[in-house]
């Protein structure tokens, strides 16, 4: 499957959303865009994959209310492989859910090594508050 081209659409649908891992925030438009120009998409079995929100249930009615909204084929998910050997979604929760929640068993993703997270896409302190 192709990956569609990202455009600033992207941004503007998540300015200041930031994933954040070992006190770092790293800005989510930013770190999509670092993958889509140095990084090929892969299938990533879903069984594998853990989510990065420890605030967002999965299972709330919030969560499931954007779940329906969200097409799992848009965009490739981001997922951030860490040094203890999981996956962790670093974009992607709702489309990951979704696609589970379909029967799928992998979804289209990129895949960063923890120690290869790009300095480029670090948050500023705004988007972080």
Request: glycine share 6%; proline share 5%.
């Amino acid at each position: 499957m192709s990956t569609p081209k990202l455009t600033k659409v992207f941004e503007s649908v998540f300015h200041g959303q930031v994933y954040e891992l070992n006190g770092k925030g790293y800005d989510v438009p930013e770190l999509t865009y670092w993958c889509a120009e140095n990084i090929d998409p892969q299938d990533i079995p879903l069984s594998k994959l853990t989510m990065s929100k420890s605030d967002e249930e999965h299972g709330s009615k919030e969560f499931k209310k954007h779940t329906k909204k969200v097409s799992v084929n848009r965009f490739p998910i981001v997922v951030v492989a860490l040094n203890d050997g999981s996956l962790q979604i670093a974009d992607g929760n709702h489309r990951a859910f979704k696609a589970a929640g379909l029967g799928m068993e992998t979804i289209e993703g990129y895949v960063i090594p923890e120690d290869q997270l790009p300095d480029s896409a670090l948050a500023s302190e705004e988007e972080e508050e």
